[in-house]
Protein backbone atom coordinates (compact mmCIF):
# COMPACT_ATOMS: atom_id res chain seq x y z
CA UNK A 1 0.00 0.00 0.00
CA UNK A 2 1.81 2.94 -0.86
CA UNK A 3 0.97 6.23 1.59
CA UNK A 4 1.16 8.83 -0.94
CA UNK A 5 -2.06 10.96 -2.78
CA UNK A 6 -2.19 10.44 -6.38
CA UNK A 7 -2.47 13.46 -8.59
CA UNK A 8 -5.99 13.93 -8.55
CA UNK A 9 -6.13 13.62 -4.06
CA UNK A 10 -3.31 16.64 -4.60
CA UNK A 11 -5.50 18.41 -6.36
CA UNK A 12 -8.57 18.57 -4.18
CA UNK A 13 -6.09 19.01 -0.95
CA UNK A 14 -4.32 21.98 -2.55
CA UNK A 15 -8.00 22.83 -3.04
CA UNK A 16 -9.67 22.55 -0.45
CA UNK A 17 -6.71 24.09 1.68
CA UNK A 18 -7.68 27.14 -0.87
CA UNK A 19 -11.00 27.48 0.33
CA UNK A 20 -10.71 26.95 3.69
CA UNK A 21 -8.10 29.18 4.08
CA UNK A 22 -10.12 31.90 2.79
CA UNK A 23 -13.83 31.14 3.08
CA UNK A 24 -13.14 29.42 7.09
CA UNK A 25 -10.64 30.91 9.08
CA UNK A 26 -11.25 30.17 12.77
CA UNK A 27 -12.41 33.59 13.15
CA UNK A 28 -15.30 32.38 11.47
CA UNK A 29 -15.52 29.81 14.45
CA UNK A 30 -14.82 32.52 17.44
CA UNK A 31 -18.09 34.39 15.37
CA UNK A 32 -20.38 31.62 15.45
CA UNK A 33 -19.21 31.28 19.08
CA UNK A 34 -19.67 34.48 20.17
CA UNK A 35 -23.04 35.03 18.25
CA UNK A 36 -24.31 31.98 19.29
CA UNK A 37 -25.31 30.96 16.16
CA UNK A 38 -28.44 29.18 16.09
CA UNK A 39 -27.64 26.57 13.54
CA UNK A 40 -23.59 26.19 14.62
CA UNK A 41 -21.99 26.89 11.35
CA UNK A 42 -22.86 29.04 8.13
CA UNK A 43 -25.29 28.27 6.10
CA UNK A 44 -23.61 30.23 2.86
CA UNK A 45 -20.61 28.35 3.76
CA UNK A 46 -21.94 24.96 4.03
CA UNK A 47 -23.52 25.60 0.57
CA UNK A 48 -19.99 26.62 -0.97
CA UNK A 49 -19.10 22.88 0.07
CA UNK A 50 -21.78 21.47 -1.51
CA UNK A 51 -21.54 22.90 -4.44
CA UNK A 52 -18.00 21.69 -4.38
CA UNK A 53 -18.98 18.21 -4.08
CA UNK A 54 -17.96 17.81 -0.79
CA UNK A 55 -21.37 16.21 0.08
CA UNK A 56 -21.06 13.64 -2.62
CA UNK A 57 -17.28 12.99 -2.48
CA UNK A 58 -17.58 9.46 -0.66
CA UNK A 59 -21.12 8.80 -2.12
CA UNK A 60 -21.05 6.17 -5.09
CA UNK A 61 -22.13 7.71 -8.80
CA UNK A 62 -24.59 5.39 -8.86
CA UNK A 63 -26.82 7.31 -6.14
CA UNK A 64 -25.38 10.73 -7.18
CA UNK A 65 -22.54 10.93 -5.74
CA UNK A 66 -19.22 11.51 -7.33
CA UNK A 67 -17.44 8.48 -5.92
CA UNK A 68 -14.11 9.87 -5.44
CA UNK A 69 -13.38 7.58 -2.12
CA UNK A 70 -12.76 7.72 1.11
CA UNK A 71 -9.20 9.55 0.71
CA UNK A 72 -10.36 12.02 -1.14
CA UNK A 73 -12.67 12.93 2.03
CA UNK A 74 -9.79 12.48 4.27
CA UNK A 75 -7.69 15.08 2.85
CA UNK A 76 -10.56 17.90 2.54
CA UNK A 77 -11.45 17.40 6.35
CA UNK A 78 -7.78 17.51 7.51
CA UNK A 79 -8.09 20.93 5.51
CA UNK A 80 -11.04 21.34 7.77
CA UNK A 81 -9.47 20.34 10.29
CA UNK A 82 -6.98 23.19 10.08
CA UNK A 83 -8.94 25.78 10.15
CA UNK A 84 -11.34 24.19 12.43
CA UNK A 85 -14.30 25.15 9.98
CA UNK A 86 -17.59 24.10 11.23
CA UNK A 87 -19.96 22.23 8.96
CA UNK A 88 -22.31 18.96 9.07
CA UNK A 89 -19.82 16.93 7.02
CA UNK A 90 -18.55 14.43 8.64
CA UNK A 91 -21.90 14.24 10.41
CA UNK A 92 -23.75 14.05 7.36
CA UNK A 93 -21.61 12.78 4.57
CA UNK A 94 -19.82 10.31 7.04
CA UNK A 95 -21.76 8.53 9.80
CA UNK A 96 -25.07 9.17 8.36
CA UNK A 97 -24.37 8.31 4.78
CA UNK A 98 -22.26 5.06 5.99
CA UNK A 99 -25.20 3.80 7.93
CA UNK A 100 -27.37 4.00 5.09
CA UNK A 101 -24.79 3.39 2.09
CA UNK A 102 -23.94 -0.12 4.43
CA UNK A 103 -27.81 -0.82 6.22
CA UNK A 104 -30.09 0.43 3.90
CA UNK A 105 -32.43 -1.08 0.89
CA UNK A 106 -31.70 -0.08 -2.65
CA UNK A 107 -34.81 1.84 -2.26
CA UNK A 108 -33.43 3.92 0.43
CA UNK A 109 -29.97 4.58 -1.04
CA UNK A 110 -31.65 5.75 -4.26
CA UNK A 111 -34.12 8.34 -2.20
CA UNK A 112 -31.68 9.52 0.55
CA UNK A 113 -28.06 9.48 -0.88
CA UNK A 114 -28.76 11.75 -3.72
CA UNK A 115 -30.09 14.36 -1.42
CA UNK A 116 -27.20 14.18 1.31
CA UNK A 117 -24.75 14.47 -1.89
CA UNK A 118 -26.89 17.86 -3.41
CA UNK A 119 -26.95 18.95 0.36
CA UNK A 120 -30.71 18.62 0.55
CA UNK A 121 -30.52 16.45 3.60
CA UNK A 122 -28.57 16.42 7.13
CA UNK A 123 -27.75 13.52 8.81
CA UNK A 124 -27.17 12.22 12.74
CA UNK A 125 -26.16 9.42 14.39
CA UNK A 126 -28.18 9.08 17.35
CA UNK A 127 -25.79 6.44 19.32
CA UNK A 128 -24.64 7.44 22.89
CA UNK A 129 -26.31 6.62 25.80
CA UNK A 130 -23.57 6.79 28.62
CA UNK A 131 -20.49 9.35 29.29
CA UNK A 132 -18.33 7.18 27.90
CA UNK A 133 -18.10 5.23 23.97
CA UNK A 134 -20.49 2.15 24.11
CA UNK A 135 -21.59 1.50 20.66
CA UNK A 136 -23.23 -1.90 21.59
CA UNK A 137 -24.51 -0.01 25.22
CA UNK A 138 -27.95 1.11 23.91
CA UNK A 139 -31.22 0.29 26.17
CA UNK A 140 -33.13 2.63 24.07
CA UNK A 141 -36.27 0.45 22.46
CA UNK A 142 -37.76 -0.23 18.98
CA UNK A 143 -41.14 -2.04 18.25
CA UNK A 144 -43.08 -2.77 15.52
CA UNK A 145 -45.72 0.11 14.54
CA UNK A 146 -48.35 -0.56 11.76
CA UNK A 147 -46.13 -0.43 8.46
CA UNK A 148 -43.47 1.53 10.40
CA UNK A 149 -41.74 1.28 13.85
CA UNK A 150 -41.54 3.30 17.49
CA UNK A 151 -38.66 4.21 19.29
CA UNK A 152 -38.71 4.95 22.97
CA UNK A 153 -35.35 5.60 24.81
CA UNK A 154 -32.69 8.69 24.90
CA UNK A 155 -29.92 9.83 23.75
CA UNK A 156 -26.71 12.19 24.55
CA UNK A 157 -23.89 13.86 22.46
CA UNK A 158 -25.73 13.39 19.09
CA UNK A 159 -23.48 15.12 17.01
CA UNK A 160 -24.88 17.98 14.67
CA UNK A 161 -28.45 16.57 16.44
CA UNK A 162 -30.21 19.94 16.98
CA UNK A 163 -29.68 20.62 12.81
CA UNK A 164 -30.37 17.16 11.36
CA UNK A 165 -33.24 17.06 9.41
CA UNK A 166 -33.21 13.24 9.71
CA UNK A 167 -31.89 11.36 13.30
CA UNK A 168 -30.31 7.33 12.65
CA UNK A 169 -31.50 6.38 15.90
CA UNK A 170 -29.44 2.70 17.04
CA UNK A 171 -32.19 0.90 19.00
CA UNK A 172 -33.03 -2.23 20.46
CA UNK A 173 -35.24 -4.85 19.71
CA UNK A 174 -33.92 -7.74 22.10
CA UNK A 175 -31.47 -8.42 23.99
CA UNK A 176 -29.57 -6.65 26.86
CA UNK A 177 -27.00 -3.53 26.37
CA UNK A 178 -23.84 -4.69 25.59
CA UNK A 179 -25.10 -7.25 23.30
CA UNK A 180 -24.46 -7.02 19.12
CA UNK A 181 -27.44 -9.06 18.94
CA UNK A 182 -31.07 -7.01 18.57
CA UNK A 183 -29.61 -3.71 17.59
CA UNK A 184 -31.63 -1.61 15.00
CA UNK A 185 -31.04 1.12 12.80
CA UNK A 186 -34.15 3.67 12.92
CA UNK A 187 -34.62 6.86 10.43
CA UNK A 188 -36.92 9.52 12.71
CA UNK A 189 -37.81 12.69 11.26
CA UNK A 190 -36.19 15.18 13.78
CA UNK A 191 -39.85 17.03 13.95
CA UNK A 192 -41.41 13.91 14.42
CA UNK A 193 -44.17 14.12 17.33
CA UNK A 194 -42.47 12.57 20.37
CA UNK A 195 -38.87 13.98 19.84
CA UNK A 196 -37.24 16.10 22.00
CA UNK A 197 -34.19 17.71 20.99
CA UNK A 198 -31.60 19.93 23.54
CA UNK A 199 -28.88 21.47 21.81
CA UNK A 200 -26.09 21.26 24.23
CA UNK A 201 -22.76 24.06 22.82
CA UNK A 202 -19.43 21.64 23.39
CA UNK A 203 -16.17 23.05 25.47
CA UNK A 204 -14.46 23.86 20.99
CA UNK A 205 -17.92 25.34 20.42
CA UNK A 206 -19.10 22.72 17.83
CA UNK A 207 -22.78 21.23 17.96
CA UNK A 208 -24.33 18.66 19.87
CA UNK A 209 -27.99 17.56 21.43
CA UNK A 210 -29.32 15.48 23.59
CA UNK A 211 -32.55 14.02 22.53
CA UNK A 212 -35.34 11.81 23.73
CA UNK A 213 -37.88 9.84 21.97
CA UNK A 214 -41.44 9.04 23.38
CA UNK A 215 -42.72 6.67 20.78
CA UNK A 216 -41.72 8.60 17.83
CA UNK A 217 -42.25 7.21 14.32
CA UNK A 218 -40.01 5.56 12.26
CA UNK A 219 -38.48 4.04 9.60
CA UNK A 220 -36.38 0.52 9.51
CA UNK A 221 -32.48 1.00 7.87
CA UNK A 222 -32.43 -3.07 6.69
CA UNK A 223 -33.61 -5.85 8.97
CA UNK A 224 -35.27 -5.62 12.85
CA UNK A 225 -32.41 -6.69 15.11
CA UNK A 226 -29.68 -6.77 12.45
CA UNK A 227 -28.22 -3.27 12.65
CA UNK A 228 -25.24 -4.11 13.96
CA UNK A 229 -23.02 -4.84 11.28
CA UNK A 230 -23.71 -1.48 9.23
CA UNK A 231 -23.33 0.43 12.85
CA UNK A 232 -19.68 -0.68 12.89
CA UNK A 233 -19.00 -0.19 9.26
CA UNK A 234 -20.79 2.92 9.66
CA UNK A 235 -18.69 3.92 12.91
CA UNK A 236 -15.39 3.18 11.57
CA UNK A 237 -15.80 5.11 8.56
CA UNK A 238 -16.79 8.21 11.10
CA UNK A 239 -13.70 7.51 13.24
CA UNK A 240 -11.03 7.93 10.42
CA UNK A 241 -12.36 10.91 8.53
CA UNK A 242 -12.52 12.37 12.54
CA UNK A 243 -8.66 11.10 12.38
CA UNK A 244 -7.96 13.00 9.43
CA UNK A 245 -9.73 15.96 10.31
CA UNK A 246 -7.86 15.74 13.78
CA UNK A 247 -4.72 15.51 11.43
CA UNK A 248 -5.07 18.85 10.35
CA UNK A 249 -5.52 20.39 13.59
CA UNK A 250 -2.59 18.46 14.92
CA UNK A 251 -0.32 19.90 11.79
CA UNK A 252 -1.50 23.87 12.16
CA UNK A 253 -1.10 23.32 15.74
CA UNK A 254 2.36 22.44 15.99
CA UNK A 255 3.24 24.38 12.53
CA UNK A 256 1.95 27.54 15.02
CA UNK A 257 3.88 26.86 17.82
CA UNK A 258 7.18 26.32 15.64
CA UNK A 259 6.81 29.57 14.08
CA UNK A 260 5.97 31.00 18.00
CA UNK A 261 9.76 29.05 18.99
CA UNK A 262 11.53 31.18 16.55
CA UNK A 263 10.01 34.70 16.68
CA UNK A 264 9.48 34.72 20.56
CA UNK A 265 12.80 36.09 22.55
CA UNK A 266 13.97 35.93 26.12
CA UNK A 267 17.37 37.02 26.87
CA UNK A 268 18.47 38.31 23.78
CA UNK A 269 17.53 35.04 21.83
CA UNK A 270 14.40 33.15 20.14
CA UNK A 271 13.37 30.82 22.74
CA UNK A 272 13.46 27.69 19.88
CA UNK A 273 17.19 27.69 20.82
CA UNK A 274 16.66 26.21 24.16
CA UNK A 275 17.82 22.64 24.13
CA UNK A 276 14.75 21.61 26.45
CA UNK A 277 12.42 23.13 23.78
CA UNK A 278 13.94 21.62 20.99
CA UNK A 279 13.63 18.05 22.68
CA UNK A 280 10.06 18.79 22.95
CA UNK A 281 9.55 19.96 19.54
CA UNK A 282 11.37 16.80 17.92
CA UNK A 283 9.43 14.72 20.13
CA UNK A 284 6.08 16.39 18.34
CA UNK A 285 7.53 16.25 14.65
CA UNK A 286 8.14 12.67 15.14
CA UNK A 287 4.11 12.08 16.34
CA UNK A 288 2.83 14.24 13.23
CA UNK A 289 4.98 12.09 11.01
CA UNK A 290 3.56 9.09 12.86
CA UNK A 291 -0.26 10.32 12.88
CA UNK A 292 0.21 11.21 8.85
CA UNK A 293 1.07 7.68 7.81
CA UNK A 294 -1.65 6.16 10.17
CA UNK A 295 -4.10 8.13 8.88
CA UNK A 296 -3.43 7.68 4.83
CA UNK A 297 -3.57 4.04 5.91
CA UNK A 298 -6.59 3.96 7.41
CA UNK A 299 -8.11 5.89 4.48
CA UNK A 300 -6.52 3.59 2.27
CA UNK A 301 -7.90 0.83 3.75
CA UNK A 302 -11.51 2.49 3.74
CA UNK A 303 -11.03 2.99 -0.30
CA UNK A 304 -9.94 -0.99 -0.85
CA UNK A 305 -12.60 -2.41 1.52
CA UNK A 306 -9.65 -4.46 3.11
CA UNK A 307 -10.03 -6.81 6.41
CA UNK A 308 -8.31 -4.75 8.31
CA UNK A 309 -10.30 -1.48 8.34
CA UNK A 310 -11.52 -2.45 12.05
CA UNK A 311 -8.48 -2.06 13.77
CA UNK A 312 -6.93 0.12 11.45
CA UNK A 313 -9.56 2.29 12.54
CA UNK A 314 -9.22 2.13 15.84
CA UNK A 315 -5.15 2.32 15.59
CA UNK A 316 -6.03 5.65 13.54
CA UNK A 317 -8.10 7.09 16.53
CA UNK A 318 -5.70 5.87 19.11
CA UNK A 319 -2.96 8.14 17.51
CA UNK A 320 -4.62 10.73 16.84
CA UNK A 321 -6.39 10.89 20.26
CA UNK A 322 -2.88 10.89 21.73
CA UNK A 323 -1.21 13.22 19.10
CA UNK A 324 -3.32 16.34 19.23
CA UNK A 325 -3.72 16.16 23.47
CA UNK A 326 0.29 16.48 23.21
CA UNK A 327 0.50 19.07 20.54
CA UNK A 328 -2.28 20.94 21.50
CA UNK A 329 -1.11 21.41 25.15
CA UNK A 330 2.52 21.78 24.18
CA UNK A 331 1.11 24.47 21.94
CA UNK A 332 -0.69 26.33 24.50
CA UNK A 333 2.22 25.78 27.18
CA UNK A 334 4.90 26.66 24.80
CA UNK A 335 2.99 30.03 23.89
CA UNK A 336 3.07 30.91 27.43
CA UNK A 337 0.37 33.01 29.34
CA UNK A 338 -0.69 34.66 25.92
CA UNK A 339 -1.36 30.78 25.01
CA UNK A 340 -3.93 30.86 27.84
CA UNK A 341 -5.98 33.42 26.79
CA UNK A 342 -9.37 33.72 23.86
CA UNK A 343 -7.22 36.27 21.89
CA UNK A 344 -5.08 33.60 21.00
CA UNK A 345 -6.29 31.09 19.13
CA UNK A 346 -3.83 28.24 19.67
CA UNK A 347 -6.42 27.23 22.65
CA UNK A 348 -9.19 27.17 19.67
CA UNK A 349 -6.66 23.88 18.83
CA UNK A 350 -6.62 22.72 22.80
CA UNK A 351 -10.77 22.58 23.13
CA UNK A 352 -11.39 20.74 19.59
CA UNK A 353 -8.61 17.94 20.71
CA UNK A 354 -10.45 17.09 24.26
CA UNK A 355 -13.81 16.75 22.60
CA UNK A 356 -12.57 15.20 19.19
CA UNK A 357 -10.90 13.45 21.64
CA UNK A 358 -13.57 11.72 23.05
CA UNK A 359 -15.81 11.49 20.25
CA UNK A 360 -16.69 7.96 18.52
CA UNK A 361 -14.17 6.00 21.60
CA UNK A 362 -11.00 7.37 23.31
CA UNK A 363 -7.74 6.00 23.65
CA UNK A 364 -9.04 3.47 26.16
CA UNK A 365 -11.71 1.76 24.33
CA UNK A 366 -9.53 1.61 21.39
CA UNK A 367 -6.67 0.10 22.69
CA UNK A 368 -8.45 -2.53 24.26
CA UNK A 369 -10.70 -2.74 21.15
CA UNK A 370 -7.47 -3.55 18.70
CA UNK A 371 -6.36 -5.86 21.26
CA UNK A 372 -9.47 -8.24 20.63
CA UNK A 373 -8.91 -7.54 17.23
CA UNK A 374 -5.86 -8.71 17.56
CA UNK A 375 -6.99 -12.05 19.70
CA UNK A 376 -5.86 -10.98 22.94
Known sequence: MALVLNE????????????????????????????RSELGFDQATWKQMVDLGWAGICIPEEYGGLGFGFTGMGVVLE??????????????????????????????????????????LLLALALEEAPHHQPYGTATKVEASGSGVKVTGSKKFVIDGHVADKLIVVARSSGEPGDPEGLSLVLVDRTAAGVSVTRTIMADSRNAANIAFEGAEGQLIGAMGEGAAALD?????????????????????????????????????????????????????????????????????????????????????????????????????????????????????????????????????????????QGY
Not at 330 to 336: A, K, L, R, S, T
Open 8 to 35: EQNMLKDAAKDFCTNNTPISQLRKLRDE
Open 233 to 373: KALDIGRILLAAEMLGGVQECFERTVEYLKVREQFGVPIGSFQGLKHRAAQMFCEVELSKSVVLEALAALDDDSDEVAELSSLAKTRLNDTYNLVSSEGVQMHGGIGMTDEYEIGFFMKRSRVAEHALGNSAFHRDRYGVI
Open 79 to 120: ECGRTLAASPLLATAGLGAGCILHGGSDEQKRELLPQVAAGE
